[in-house]
């Protein structure tokens, strides 16, 4: 190139989340970043996508952990993403802040009452 300088590459190297370039999808389908801010010193036990125990990316922001998974949704599908946490103890409720939607999301958040084992 006689001298004309390239342009810089850049490559993020953290974490790839793959898009399924290669694979076909059904018209009207999404694809869905989802993320869960979690509290300083969680721990990600386990994370299930429709009953199938997946992998999700782990990051931090702050110093709290922040679990995320690409989920693709067919057209009128539903999903179940299930993150099996151990946190560290509190006595506040845990805050789940609802998106307005068309139609409202479903959270539930179920507490083992047996604690963590010693």
């Known amino acids: 190139m006689d001298g004309a300088l390239e342009p810089p590459t850049t490559e993020v190297t953290a974490f790839r989340q793959p898009v399924w370039p290669h694979r076909r999808h059904a018209v009207g389908s999404n694809l869905l970043w989802v993320s869960l801010y979690a509290s300083v010193g969680t721990k990600l036990s386990a994370a299930w996508l429709d009953g199938d125990r997946v992998p999700v990316v782990r990051e931090d922001e702050r110093s709290h952990p922040i679990y995320s998974k690409m989920i693709e949704f067919a057209p009128r599908q539903s999903r179940t993403l299930e993150l099996e946490l151990v946190e560290p103890y509190s006595t506040a409720p845990?805050?789940?802040?609802?998106?307005?939607?068309?139609?409202?999301?479903?959270?539930?958040?179920?507490?083992?009452?047996?604690?963590?084992?010693s």
Not at 96 to 115: A, S
């Open 94 to 117: 845990p805050q789940i802040p609802v998106q307005p939607l068309v139609r409202p999301q479903h959270t539930e958040i179920i507490q083992d009452p047996r604690g963590c084992p």
